[in-house]
């Protein structure tokens, strides 16, 4: 389950990194910035969840 999570995570995170690349483009930094923010915050989760614990 938390595999396909990852893997949700992950896809998103590269639409909305190609997508803010797109909208900021077309001229509005805000809503690219935005989406750049989002997708941070999803590899950031997936990262932390990928550290090995002891």
């Excluded at 639409?15 to 909208?23: E, K, N, S, V």
Aim: charge should be positive; avoid cysteine.
């Amino acid at each position: 389950m938390s595999d396909t999570i990852i893997s949700i995570l992950m896809l998103t995170g590269v639409l909305l990194t190609g997508g803010a690349i797109f909208i900021f483009r077309k001229g509005d930094r805000r809503r690219a910035l935005l989406m750049l923010i989002a997708a941070l915050v999803m590899f950031a989760n997936v990262t932390i969840w990928l550290v090995p614990v002891k």
